[in-house]
């Protein structure tokens, strides 16, 4: 929901969490919520496919070995650049170098799959309370705000990667239910005694 991305974005750090490793794990929650990026693609993440004047981000191995350009809005710009600055992510890594990973061992490691699934589930849960929402959870939240902001389903279907604009209306159904209760209580308000 769209105050749980307020509460994500503009919350303070969750207790608990070392500040370094919350501008972080905000960062990759933010990506994931405004790119649609899959749990592989942000993993895969080089700085330089981070486009901060064109406002894109280049995926090189998207499903199926596609390419594509996806949206890098300000906000989430913002957020990323917060978390370079942190100095989490060491300094002399490269632009070949992965933007997101741990740094627990003095070694710069790429996440697994598991991994970043779980640091999503975790971080979701310490900053809205809710549980169950994973990566993939994210792109499901993108692809919802993009058409309720008015995207049509092809531009929607390519930020995804999608080849077909069936699987991008899934998603988008799968987060809007055919009317909701607020709207039906409207509709029926005037027959209340």
């Not at 990323?80 to 627990?104: C, H």
Request: glycine share 8%; net charge positive.
């Amino acid at each position: 929901e769209e105050e749980d991305f307020r509460r994500i974005l503009n919350g303070g750090k969750p207790k608990g969490v070392p500040e370094m490793k919350w501008k972080r794990n905000r960062a990759i929650l933010v990506m994931l919520m405004t790119t649609a990026l899959r749990n592989s693609e942000l993993r895969d993440l080089r700085m330089r496919d981070l486009n901060f004047e064109e406002g894109t981000v280049k995926v090189e191995k998207g499903k199926g070995n596609k390419e594509r350009l996806a949206a890098f809005p300000k906000v989430t710009q913002d957020v990323v650049k917060e978390y370079l600055e942190s100095g989490y992510r060491p300094n002399n890594l490269g632009q070949d170098d992965f933007v997101f990973g741990t740094n627990e061992d003095g070694n710069w490691n790429q996440f697994d799959r598991f991994t970043l699934s779980q640091l999503v589930e975790r971080n979701i849960r310490l900053a809205t309370g809710k549980d169950g929402y994973r990566s993939h959870s994210c792109r499901h939240f993108a692809a919802t705000q993009y058409f309720d902001k008015g995207v049509d389903l092809q531009s929607i279907s390519e930020v995804l990667g999608h080849s077909s604009l069936q699987t991008s209306q899934i998603y988008i159904e799968k987060l809007r239910p055919a009317l909701s209760s607020q709207k039906a209580s409207m509709a029926f308000d005037g027959f209340a005694k």
